[in-house]
Structure formats: C-alpha cells, structure tokens
C-alpha cells in the first residue's frame, strides 16, 4: 500500500442502521485532521446509526439492501465494491458477520494499492463451534433486553422459546419445537448433531442440510446460554429476596 497522502481515508462497514454507541465514541474521539472517516451500513435506512454519523459530521450511506441474508449478498457485493472504488480508503474496518467477504471485495476494488491486512476480527465465529460460543455469551444480553424492555423488544421470543413448554399456554408449534430443543439438548442429542455437522461438513459441504445443522447447533447454543442467563437471574433475585 502507497503511503498516505493527507488524512487517512477509513471506511467503517457495519450491518445495521440500529444505534451503535462503540462507533459513536470512535467518531467522536477521532482526530479529524488525521483521519476521514465514513460510515456503509449494509441494511435499508433510515436509522439511528445514520442519524449519529451525520450529526456528528461524518459521511454516511446505506446500501439499501432489506436484510443481511446470503440471498442479498451479490447485490451488497456490488454496491460495497462501487463505493470503495470510489472513495479508496486507506483502511475499511469491517463490523459485520461477513468479513472475509468484505476483504475480499476491497482486495478487487483496490487492486492498484492492496489493503495490507493486519488482523481479521471476529475469529471465534470462523467455524461452528466458535459460533456456539458466541451465541451463548451472547445470551445473557439478550435476557437483559427482555427484562428491561419486555415485549417490545425481539429478544423476547429468544427467552420464550428457551422457557419450559408451558402446555396451557403455548401453541401445539411451540410445543413440538420446545420438546424437539429439549430433546437435543441432551447429552445424546447433542452428540447427534455433532455427528450431523462432522458428516455434513465432509460429504455434502455446500447444501441446505449443512446450513441446517449449523442452525440447530446455534440454536441449541442459544438456548442453553439463554436458560443458565435465567438460572443466574433467579438465584440473584433469590439472594436479594428478605
């Protein structure tokens, strides 16, 4: 990479348009005379993410796309690779699920001065396993959510589906799911789906069988991180109790 000529131009790729306090105080603690920064957001607009960069100053777009499944990942492609010929940052700092992706694309877009690549965030989700333990350190934020917010936060599904099956209450669906999650959890369940993922990986690496055994396992993962969030919560609240 050619030495930088003026501010170092720093793209800062993100997901979501949902507020993120982490880039807000990297803008605002940032020396603006060093460093340009300029916010892509994956997902449609408007936001509060977009609202807080241009507030504070700082370019900000969105690629409009609806979400951030594998199906709009070719047009997200496009777009991204458009907007780094164009603005040919010194650095792009990816804070999204696809990583590997985003490098590669700015690894095309600049091919007159290849990125150098210091480090790649994120790789305790390179593989299954890394995954499951991000969903269950993942869980006990999403526990708070609920009790903070209640309903009217997404999170609540997540805790209700991790809950016991509660059989004058939940749907005939929520119960088969609920006794089919219990069922896996097991010690031997658990094993199934391991031998499921070892197996897919192996002789059918690129099918939907694959990605659905990926899914259990983060599923399963969740659910436990969710149910030992819980178990903590009680035992606290039980301490507390006169």
Same mark, same amino acid.
């Given at each position: 990479? %050619?030495?930088?000529?003026?501010?170092?131009?720093?793209?800062? $790729?993100?997901?979501?348009?949902?507020?993120?306090?982490?880039?807000?105080?990297?803008?605002?603690?940032?020396?603006?005379?060093? +460093?340009?920064? =300029?916010?892509?957001?994956?997902?449609?607009?408007?936001?509060?993410?977009?609202?807080?960069?241009?507030?504070?100053?700082?370019?900000?777009?969105?690629?409009?796309?609806?979400?951030?499944?594998?199906?709009?990942?070719?047009?997200?492609?496009? !777009?991204? !690779?458009?907007?780094?010929?164009?603005? !040919?940052?010194?650095? *792009?700092?990816? /804070?999204?699920?696809?990583?590997?992706?985003?490098?590669?694309?700015?690894?095309?877009?600049?091919?007159?001065?290849?990125?150098?690549?210091? =480090?790649?965030?994120?790789?305790?989700?390179?593989?299954?396993?890394?995954?499951?333990?991000?969903?269950?350190?993942?869980?006990?934020?999403? *526990?708070?959510?609920?009790?903070?917010?209640? =309903?009217?936060?997404?999170?609540?599904?997540?805790?209700?589906?991790?809950?016991?099956? !509660?059989?004058?209450?939940?749907?005939?669906? =929520?119960?088969?799911?609920? *006794?089919?999650?219990?069922? /896996?959890? %097991?010690?031997?369940?658990?094993?199934?789906?391991?031998?499921? +993922? $070892?197996?897919?990986?192996?002789?059918?690496?690129?099918?939907?069988?694959? %990605?659905?055994?990926?899914?259990?396992?983060?599923?399963?993962?969740?659910?436990?991180? *969710?149910?030992?969030? /819980?178990?903590?919560?009680?035992? %606290?609240?039980?301490?507390?109790?006169?």
């Amino acid at each position: 990479m %050619t030495a930088a000529v003026g501010p170092i131009r720093v793209l800062v $790729f993100t997901q979501s348009v949902a507020r993120d306090r982490l880039l807000n105080g990297l803008l605002d603690h940032s020396d603006r005379e060093t +460093v340009r920064l =300029s916010v892509v957001a994956m997902l449609r607009g408007p936001g509060p993410l977009l609202d807080d960069v241009a507030a504070r100053g700082v370019a900000a777009q969105s690629l409009g796309l609806a979400d951030g499944s594998l199906e709009d990942l070719p047009q997200a492609v496009l !777009r991204l !690779r458009s907007t780094i010929c164009r603005d !040919r940052p010194h650095l *792009v700092h990816s /804070l999204t699920f696809y990583t590997g992706l985003v490098l590669e694309v700015t690894r095309s877009a600049l091919r007159g001065a290849p990125p150098r690549i210091v =480090s790649t965030h994120m790789d305790h989700v390179a593989d299954i396993e890394g995954l499951c333990r991000r969903q269950q350190a993942y869980a006990p934020g999403v *526990v708070q959510a609920v009790r903070v917010h209640g =309903s009217a936060t997404q999170c609540q599904s997540m805790v209700d589906s991790a809950q016991p099956v !509660r059989w004058g209450h939940d749907s005939l669906f =929520s119960r088969l799911g609920k *006794v089919a999650k219990a069922a /896996l959890s %097991t010690r031997l369940g658990r094993l199934l789906v391991s031998a499921w +993922v $070892f197996f897919g990986e192996r002789v059918c690496p690129d099918s939907r069988l694959l %990605t659905r055994a990926y899914e259990v396992s983060a599923t399963l993962a969740l659910r436990r991180g *969710v149910r030992a969030a /819980l178990s903590r919560s009680e035992n %606290t609240a039980g301490r507390r109790a006169p």
